[in-house]
């Protein structure tokens, strides 16, 4: 095993749930379920599709997104402590790993969250802000450890 697949372990075993123990129910539910996670994943490629500073990442991905739509809506279901629709479907995610093949550095992760950010505007009002918060920075750790350019990368 590589260094960068037991990165890869440690990271996909802290999911986004970790942060708070307290909390009986998950983020998943918190947000609103499968019909949540399934409209934010929608509203964050129509960021990138629309968005010019997302050009250069837009660029990284096929023509027809429906696919790459579909498996981060599968991923982040099972992050967020809901069914582990990608590890069902695919195994182990190695987020690292499927990266590597893309030239990501510091204003690749920064687009990628200016996507996201967008795309959690749009969650319903019951959504607290504090809920947003979490959910964001966490996703910007996970943007942060996918930069693999030399000299831009997370260690
Ligand atoms: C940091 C900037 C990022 C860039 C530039 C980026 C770019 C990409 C690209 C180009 C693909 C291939 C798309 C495809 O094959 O359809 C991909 C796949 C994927 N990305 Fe990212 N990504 C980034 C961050 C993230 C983050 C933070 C997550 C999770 C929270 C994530 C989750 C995924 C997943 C689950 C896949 C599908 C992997 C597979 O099974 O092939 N990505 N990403």
Partial sequence: MSADDRRDDANDANDANDVDDSEATTLYARLGGD??????????YDAMERL?????????????????????????SGWLGGPQLYIEKHGHPRLRRRHLPFDIGTPEATAWMRCMALALDGLPATVSPLLRETVQSQLGQVAAFMRNRPGDSPG
Wanted: proline share 6%; no cysteine; hydrophobic share 45%.
């Fill in 35 to 44: 019909a949540e996670v399934r409209a934010l994943v929608d509203r964050f």
């Fill in 52 to 76: 010019p500073e997302a050009a250069t990442i837009r660029a990284m991905h096929p023509r027809n997104m429906a696919g790459s739509r579909q498996k981060l809506y599968e991923f982040l």
